[in-house]
Every structure is written in structure tokens, then in C-alpha cells.
């Protein structure tokens, strides 16, 4: 059973589409993130939610829009895609905050063209 | 605020050899450190924490850190490199109080020369 699992896993599409990345975590966990990692494989927190409440929204544009329909599930749909939104977008989950550290997803790879 | 530092984008060893990435961190309240490892194509694997108990931490594969406050580090080292260590390797900080995020350093990319 995966822990933390994203859907879809590779992703291309055209500018201006919309699209959306689903999480799912089974490790009961209270909290659940997006991360972006860039080209240069630099991590950068996006959103946290801890059960169903939005705890972080750091500078993202506000065509990214996060949706936690219960504490497992924490999904990112994105409007408008730009070329810049190509990246690896991460899901992660964690209980107690950080204490205990993340788990990650395998990632998703957005390509957009 | 938290921030974390890796010395050297890339580190280079020979298969035997001794590993060590370099990692400072800056916070103002007592942190959890962490290691990560990146394999290709694939997600973040934790290696090993700190959370204030022993400075001494193993973790998986091999490899421990030390955590030195009058240093401000938390250095990872494996004693002997194996071919398979080879991958992108992560530290990464959080403040102890109102511990919401973890944030990364730029990584180190490891790689095994036989």
C-alpha cells in the first residue's frame, strides 16, 4: 500500500488549459502539503492544510487553488497554465507538525507546452 | 525565520571512500533537522532526523549526522560510499515552536565513481 500516493504522475498539457493533481495519504496523518520543485531541483512550500483547515498559503499565484475534501485528500488544480508552472509538484503528509518529518510522494512532473 | 545552506551543488567520491555533505542552518529557536535523499524520478526518502535528543543521529543505509549548535551544522556522513548512494541529497529545517513547514536546502547531488 503506498503511503502518500499523486495522481497523475506525468502530466503535459498546453498553455492556458486547466488541470488538476490529486493526493491521497493512509497514514492517518493530520497534515498534508504541496511543494513545487524547480529545474534546479530547489523545494519551496506552496500550501499546508492541517485537517481540512488551509495553515500555509505562501506567494503563489492565485491560479493554484488547493482543496482538502477531508483530512486524506489534498488536491491542487491549476488554472490558466503558464510555461513557468512546469516543474515537479509534491505531496507530502506529516502528523504533529514537522516533528517526525514529511512523507513525500513520488511526485508529479507537469510539463506544460 | 529557518534557513539551511549545503555546501557544494555536486560531490564527487570514489566507491570505499568517505561521504560527507555539508549542511548550516540558521534559526533562532531550538531546530528539527532532517536529511533527505532523492533517487531519480522518484520522491523524498527520509534519512534521519534530529529533534533535540541525541546529537549523534543514524539513519538508514549507513549513513548518521551530528547536529553541533556552536556550529550551527548537522553534517552527513557514511563511513564507506556504495554505488547505490548515488542520488540527490536534501537537509532541511523546522523551528521546534509553531513547527508548520520544512524548508529545504538547494540539495547536494552525489555522485559514486567505481
Known amino acids: 500500500d503506498t503511503a502518500v500516493s499523486q495522481t497523475p504522475k506525468y502530466l503535459v498539457t498546453q498553455m492556458g488549459n486547466d488541470k488538476s493533481i490529486k493526493c491521497e495519504q493512509n497514514?492517518?496523518?493530520?497534515?498534508m502539503y504541496w511543494y513545487k520543485q524547480d529545474s534546479k531541483k530547489f523545494l519551496k512550500i506552496m500550501f499546508s492544510?492541517?485537517?481540512?483547515?488551509?495553515?500555509i498559503n505562501e506567494t503563489v499565484p492565485n491560479r493554484f487553488s488547493p482543496k482538502s475534501p477531508d483530512k486524506a485528500h489534498l488536491n491542487l488544480h491549476i488554472n490558466s497554465l503558464e510555461l513557468g508552472d512546469s516543474a515537479v509538484y509534491f505531496c507530502?503528509?506529516?502528523?504533529?507538525?514537522?516533528?517526525?518529518?514529511?512523507?513525500f510522494g513520488s511526485g508529479t512532473r507537469l510539463t506544460v507546452v | 525565520a529557518q534557513s539551511v545552506t549545503q555546501l557544494g551543488s555536486h560531490v564527487s567520491v570514489s566507491e570505499g571512500a568517505l561521504v560527507l555533505l555539508r549542511c548550516n542552518y540558521s534559526?533562532?529557536?531550538?531546530?528539527?533537522l532532517f536529511w533527505y535523499v532523492q533517487y531519480p524520478n522518484q520522491g523524498l526518502q527520509l534519512l534521519l532526523k534530529?529533534?533535540?535528543?541525541?546529537?549523534l543521529v543514524k539513519g538508514i543505509n549507513g549513513f548518521e549526522a551530528e547536529f553541533k549548535k556552536s556550529e550551527t551544522s548537522f553534517h552527513l556522513t557514511k563511513p564507506s560510499a556504495h554505488m547505490s548512494d548515488a542520488a540527490e541529497y536534501f537537509c532541511?529545517?523546522?523551528?521546534?515552536?509553531?513547527?508548520?513547514?520544512?524548508?529545504f536546502g538547494q540539495g547536494t547531488r552525489l555522485t559514486i565513481n567505481p
Open positions: 534559526s533562532s529557536v531550538p531546530p528539527y
Open positions: 532541511a529545517v523546522s523551528a521546534t515552536q509553531a513547527a508548520q513547514k520544512l524548508v
Open positions: 507530502a503528509s506529516s502528523q504533529a507538525g514537522t516533528r517526525y518529518g514529511y512523507t
Open positions: 497514514l492517518g496523518h493530520d497534515t
Open positions: 492544510y492541517n485537517n481540512k483547515e488551509l495553515i
Open positions: 534530529y529533534t533535540s535528543a541525541a546529537t
